[in-house]
Every structure is written in structure tokens, then in C-alpha cells.
């Protein structure tokens, strides 16, 4: 159970990244276009994506949306975690991120910044918010993009 110092750290990264994100706007040129829509909470997310000449690597990654501070939050990390990956890595990544929201595994310290999603997972309903990214994210990387994914 995450309680105490950690969850207060977790919730203040969460609105740190939500206030300042990092990876906010749109990637130039746009090779992919994603957007997701949670009915549950109203947040809304447009993910852009930029591959390198391979097609296979993720050059750049940004998002715009509107939404609660857990599903900006989300986002951002979820960028920077992606940037420069391949697409098989990053779909790994997606899996990975959607099974620790389940309360199956968290990530290494490679990745660890992502843990701080481990303290939404205790808030059911908030999951979705998490996790709308997250999905936008597999259905880019699996599709031509530009389809909504609804997070339901
Ligand atoms: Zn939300």
C-alpha cells in the first residue's frame, strides 16, 4: 500500500507536471495524429508523433489536451518515457504501463518516474485518466492514427 511521504510525493510530481509539462504542443512534421476522449471525467488528449527516416523510431512525441491534472500528467511522462524509442519498445512500454495500473508490476529504474502512477491506481475511477494516453498511444502505434479512441 502507498501511503504517507510517498503518496505526497507522488501527487506532487503529478501537479508539477500537470502546471509545467514538458512535451506539450505538437511535433513538426506530424507523421501520426492520435486523439482519445475519457467520457468518464471529460479529458481529452491529441497525441502528435514524429518518426525518424527508418519509420520505426519515435523522433519526437507531444500532446495537447484538456483534462484532469492525472490524465495531463500522464501524458507528459508518458512522452518523455517514449521519446526515442522504437515502436516495439514503446508498445513494451504501453503494456507494461497498463498492467501496473492493474497492480502487476511497476517499472525498473530505467523507467521509474512512471511509478508515480502506482498511487492513482489505489482511485479506480481515476484510472481511466491514467490510462487514456496510454491507449491513444497503442492505437497510434498500431494504426494510421486519426481515429478516437474512446477510454471506456
Ligand atoms: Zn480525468
Known amino acids: 500500500m502507498i501511503t504517507g511521504n510517498l503518496r505526497d510525493l507522488y501527487q506532487q510530481v503529478i501537479l508539477e507536471r ?12 506530424v507523421h501520426r495524429r492520435q486523439r482519445g476522449h475519457n ?4 479529458d481529452t488528449i491529441e497525441l502528435t ?4 527516416e527508418t519509420g520505426d523510431r519515435i523522433e519526437d512525441i507531444k500532446f495537447e489536451g484538456e483534462g484532469c491534472a492525472i490524465s495531463m500528467s500522464s501524458a507528459d511522462l508518458m512522452a518523455e518515457a517514449v521519446r526515442g524509442k522504437t515502436v516495439t519498445e514503446a508498445t513494451e512500454t504501453v503494456d507494461r504501463f497498463l498492467k501496473m495500473m492493474k497492480g502487476e508490476g511497476e517499472f525498473p529504474k530505467e523507467q521509474r518516474k512512471l511509478n508515480v502512477m502506482q498511487g ?11 490510462n487514456l494516453t496510454w491507449h ?10 486519426d ?3 474512446s477510454n471506456e
Do not use: H, M, N
Not at 500537470?18 to 512534421?29: F, I, L, S
Not at 467520457?39 to 471529460?42: A, H, Q, T, V, Y
Not at 491513444?136 to 492514427?145: F, I, T, V, W
Open 18 to 29: 500537470y502546471k509545467k509539462p514538458r512535451y506539450r504542443g505538437a511535433t513538426d512534421p
Open 39 to 42: 467520457p468518464s471525467c471529460g
Open 49 to 52: 508523433l514524429q518518426f525518424d
Open 120 to 130: 492513482v491506481a489505489q482511485f479506480p475511477v481515476r484510472i481511466k485518466c491514467a
Open 136 to 145: 491513444a498511444l497503442r492505437a497510434a502505434l498500431e494504426a494510421s492514427g
Open 147 to 149: 481515429e478516437v479512441v
